[in-house]
């Protein structure tokens, strides 16, 4: 095969962004030394998976795992999942018997966090309105300068006593 193009290889996968991937996966697996399948022919790595591609020289499921593989930063042996899910269970296991104790604690501590409430609120709303009058201060600076800016070009454009002489 002298030319190889993409609407060589697009039967192969479904969409051109999934063969674009693989292809460029694979083309960077040859560059880092990996052996071809098919003869190299003095083309690059891009056409050389390519060909393998539409030769079928690579399966289509390993081509996609070598990519998944590329791509995925934690891999898991099957006894790290196992005892992942079992420390999962546990937790949540535990969790469930300190949330039965707080709610017995949380009935006698209601009435103290309702006075603690009341003052959490008024302070929330004074932050906003701080926050309201800084805003505005800062526009109305704003607006000064621009008013500033917009007096001292003026004074720019008028002559100067000197210039009108010449």
């Known amino acids: 095969m002298a030319r190889i193009t993409v609407e060589d290889c697009i039967d192969k996968f479904s969409s051109r962004f999934e063969l674009v991937l693989v292809a460029s996966n694979r083309a960077r697996k040859l560059f880092s030394g990996e052996k071809p399948t098919v003869e190299i022919d003095n083309d690059k790595n891009t056409v050389i998976a390519l060909r393998e591609i539409a030769d079928e020289t690579i399966t289509?499921?390993?081509?996609?795992?070598?990519?998944?593989?590329?791509?995925?930063?934690?891999?898991?042996?099957?006894?790290?999942?196992?005892?992942?899910?079992?420390?999962?269970?546990?937790?949540?296991?535990?969790?469930e018997s300190n949330t039965d104790e707080s709610n017995t604690d949380e009935s006698n501590t209601?009435?103290?966090?309702?006075?603690?409430?009341?003052?959490?609120?008024?302070?929330?709303?004074?932050?906003?309105?701080?926050?309201?009058?800084?805003?505005?201060?800062?526009?109305?600076?704003?607006?000064?300068?621009?008013?500033?800016?917009?007096?001292?070009?003026?004074?720019?454009?008028?002559?100067?006593?000197?210039?009108?002489?010449?």
């Open 60 to 95: 289509k499921d390993q081509l996609k795992n070598d990519l998944i593989e590329e791509y995925q930063t934690n891999i898991f042996s099957e006894d790290e999942d196992i005892n992942e899910i079992e420390d999962n269970i546990d937790e949540s296991n535990t969790d």
């Open 110 to 166: 209601d009435e103290s966090n309702t006075d603690e409430s009341n003052t959490d609120e008024s302070n929330t709303e004074e932050n906003e309105l701080n926050t309201n009058d800084a805003q505005q201060d800062n526009v109305n600076h704003d607006q000064q300068t621009q008013e500033t800016n917009a007096e001292t070009s003026q004074d720019n454009l008028d002559p100067s006593p000197d210039e009108e002489k010449f």
